[in-house]
Structure formats: structure tokens, C-alpha cells
């Protein structure tokens, strides 16, 4: 049995605009599979944070593109142990 998930997926934009904000809430609203959503205008990179169930980052960066807006994933990056320093 195949149990999907909820997941959060993280993208630095190019959402400046109002207007690109409208578009993107538009399209995003219309998702059944996008549960949740935001947009941090306070942050330089314009991080927009999505909560979907059983999508795939790449169906959203489609979709967004689409949109003719940029999008690129932002993932944690761990630091490797061996970099601290005791």
C-alpha cells in the first residue's frame, strides 16, 4: 500500500509583483494536491513555500515556469561534522 504524504517543497522566485503574486495564488489555488501555501516577501530570495501531497517538486517548478517565473529549490544543507570545531 502506497501512503503519500504531506511535504513541504521550498523555492527562491522571482515573485516581485503583485501581480506575479495574483498569478501565482491563482494557479496554486487551483491544485487539489497543494494544501497549503506562502510567499515571504521579507526574505531577499522571495521564498514561496508549499505544502503538497503527492506532488513532485519538478510538477511545481513546471507549473510556476509556466507562469514565466523562476523558481529553484532551496534544500538544507547539513554541515558536515568534521567542520566543528570543539
Known sequence: MHV???Q???F?????SANAEVR???LL????NVLQWSIDHEDIDEVLRVVVLGMEEADL???LNGLGLQC???RDELVPESRFQF
Open 4 to 6: 503519500l504524504m504531506n
Open 8 to 10: 513541504i517543497l521550498v
Open 12 to 16: 527562491k522566485t522571482n515573485i516581485l
Open 24 to 26: 501565482v495564488a491563482l
Open 29 to 32: 489555488n487551483a491544485q487539489s
Open 61 to 63: 517548478m513546471s507549473l
Open 72 to 74: 529553484t529549490p532551496l
